[in-house]
């Protein structure tokens, strides 16, 4: 049992020195959060193209970092506004583009050059370096974009009849108060699905070493069993439904059930899908930046793949 729990002493020592940073960071938004996800998307984004060139792809790099940094920025659509809108005005000119359309410029701009810059570069073959940057962009860019776009959806664009619906009658109701209460919320929200994946990670790896029988995926993932994903399952929910509980206020039960259940099993399945690109790459992580843990793709990959999922249900429905 001991080689089991062998990488545990290093998986602790990061966790108690990055765990208090990230929540910071989550709890304050604005431009650190904002830099905290561009970080791991770049890190996130440079181990996919080395696990792509393990198969021969030429992906383009600068070109997809770049990428993805304007697509995060889509995201921050907000704040930018308030930044720059004003020298618009006092100049006379026109507003900037609404969050969609700044989104799909910057997508469709992306893609144009990534195909115009493959029509030059003979370098390889097309379809895998297109590809490789393309999909590298997509999935590790935009799913993991959607995690700024959760944080800002409790800015000024929060719903004025569920603000108020929480803020105390005697409390006056000036936007500025309500701005920032549902901005906390948003931060103790990003809290949740974070906390809610390290519980479900967590439960998984304990449940699976101490009482895993039957293999989930061995194909994939061999060490990975049904109890451990039970487990990281019944941990996700439970996380989500704590936090509605105490610290998410706007959240109804049911939603934060859903929240929870997407978590358990898409989260997961996130984990699965990055062991999948491993395996065919032939490595073992990708890469060994994060003691104990493995790269950033290693470390983030549930949340890559929930983020969208999450953005949208949080969007169109819970705010809706």
């Given at each position: 049992?001991?080689?089991?729990?062998?990488?545990?002493?290093?998986?602790?020592?990061?966790?108690?020195?990055?765990?208090?940073?990230?929540?910071?960071?989550?709890?304050?938004?604005?431009?650190?959060?904002?830099?905290?996800?561009?970080?791991?998307?770049?890190?996130?984004?440079?181990?996919f193209?080395?696990?792509?060139?393990?198969?021969?792809?030429?992906?383009?790099?600068?070109?997809?970092m770049t990428?993805?940094?304007?697509?995060?920025?889509?995201?921050?659509?907000e704040?930018?506004q308030?930044?720059?809108?004003?020298?618009?005005?006092?100049?006379?000119?026109?507003?900037?583009?609404?969050?969609?359309?700044?989104?799909?410029?910057v997508?469709?701009?992306?893609?144009t050059?990534?195909m115009l810059?493959?029509?030059?570069?003979?370098n390889?073959s097309?379809?895998?370096?297109?590809?490789?940057?393309?999909?590298?962009?997509?999935?590790?860019?935009?799913?993991?974009?959607?995690?700024?776009?959760?944080?800002?959806?409790?800015?000024?664009?929060?719903?004025?009849h569920?603000?108020?619906?929480?803020?105390?009658?005697?409390?006056?109701?000036?936007?500025?108060?309500?701005r920032?209460?549902?901005y906390?919320?948003?931060?103790?929200?990003?809290?949740?699905?974070?906390?809610?994946?390290?519980?479900?990670?967590?439960?998984?790896?304990?449940?699976?070493?101490?009482?895993?029988?039957?293999?989930l995926?061995?194909?994939?993932?061999?060490?990975?069993?049904?109890?451990?994903?039970?487990?990281?399952?019944?941990?996700?929910?439970?996380?989500?439904?704590?936090?509605?509980?105490t610290?998410?206020?706007?959240?109804?039960?049911?939603?934060?059930?859903?929240?929870?259940?997407?978590?358990?099993?898409?989260?997961?399945?996130?984990?699965?899908?990055?062991?999948l690109?491993?395996?065919?790459?032939?490595?073992?992580?990708?890469?060994s930046?994060?003691?104990?843990?493995?790269?950033v793709?290693?470390r983030?990959?549930?949340?890559?793949?929930?983020?969208?999922?999450?953005?949208?249900?949080?969007?169109?429905?819970?705010?809706?």
């Amino acid at each position: 049992m001991a080689s089991k729990f062998s990488n545990l002493a290093p998986r602790v020592a990061v966790a108690v020195l990055g765990i208090p940073f990230i929540l910071y960071a989550s709890y304050s938004g604005g431009v650190l959060f904002l830099l905290f996800v561009l970080a791991i998307g770049l890190l996130a984004l440079r181990e996919f193209f080395t696990m792509a060139e393990a198969k021969g792809a030429k992906p383009q790099k600068a070109l997809a970092m770049t990428g993805l940094a304007a697509l995060h920025l889509s995201f921050f659509h907000e704040q930018i506004q308030d930044l720059i809108l004003p020298f618009f005005i006092d100049g006379g000119g026109i507003s900037l583009l609404m969050k969609l359309q700044l989104f799909l410029t910057v997508l469709f701009l992306f893609l144009t050059l990534v195909m115009l810059a493959e029509l030059f570069r003979n370098n390889g073959s097309a379809f895998l370096n297109a590809g490789a940057t393309i999909f590298g962009v997509m999935y590790v860019g935009v799913f993991l974009a959607s995690l700024t776009g959760i944080r800002e959806l409790f800015g000024a664009e929060f719903p004025y009849h569920l603000a108020i619906q929480f803020v105390p009658e005697f409390a006056p109701l000036s936007d500025d108060m309500l701005r920032t209460t549902t901005y906390a919320w948003g931060g103790w929200t990003i809290v949740a699905i974070l906390a809610s994946i390290w519980m479900c990670d967590t439960m998984a790896y304990f449940g699976g070493l101490t009482m895993g029988k039957h293999k989930l995926f061995p194909r994939v993932s061999p060490n990975k069993s049904w109890e451990g994903a039970v487990w990281g399952f019944a941990g996700a929910v439970a996380t989500m439904v704590i936090f509605r509980s105490t610290l998410l206020p706007y959240l109804a039960l049911h939603q934060a059930l859903i929240i929870g259940v997407m978590i358990g099993v898409f989260g997961q399945i996130g984990d699965l899908i990055e062991s999948l690109l491993k395996r065919d790459a032939g490595v073992k992580d990708s890469s060994s930046i994060i003691p104990g843990h493995g790269g950033v793709f290693d470390r983030f990959d549930s949340l890559i793949f929930v983020s969208p999922m999450l953005y949208l249900y949080i969007d169109f429905v819970v705010l809706s």
